[in-house]
């Protein structure tokens, strides 16, 4: 990221979070969990910077990532635990996530940022690897291989 994207983020940021914020309590009615989900719009930001700046309304692109963000996290609601421990593919231990901060507690200091980035797009907002890996930057192949390999280490650790 160039000193100019990261002023303009930073611009941002200071414009739209506490919107970002009002809107998904609007929508989630949970403090925490909205200030997670615009925290993510901006990581989504930073992933695709680019996009973001050559957007004409920068606004709206974080609102329609938040939007995005909200709606996959609805989706995977009701059954997160169960996604979870699909994804873990360990069927004698019984995961059972309360909660998202439970979630970065429990898996955050095992992975680097970008493997747990990836985890928690896929395993508690849903998104496929090709959505993935066009959030993330990468190629489907390797995302898909930094999702096995996050997998693998979670086991190890767990």
Known sequence: MTSRQSQM?????SET?????????????NKEFAEELAQDAFSVACVKI???????????????????LIRNYRHTMAVRSKIV???LDIDSVEV??????????????????????LLKFTALYGFT??????????????????LQRAKEKLRRNL
């Open 96 to 117: 059972g996530v309360k909660d998202d901060i439970s979630f970065a507690v429990s898996y955050h200091g095992v992975l680097s940022d970008d493997d747990f980035l």
């Open 50 to 68: 680019n996009e973001l700046e050559a957007s004409p309304n920068r606004q709206g692109w974080l609102m329609n990532a938040l939007k995005h």
């Open 129 to 146: 690897i090709e959505e993935a890996a066009l959030l993330m930057g990468i190629s489907k192949h390797a995302c898909a291989k930094r």
């Open 17 to 29: 979070y506490m919107p970002l914020v009002m809107y998904a309590y609007s929508a989630l009615q």
């Open 9 to 13: 983020l930073e611009e941002l940021f």
């Open 85 to 87: 421990g699909s994804v």
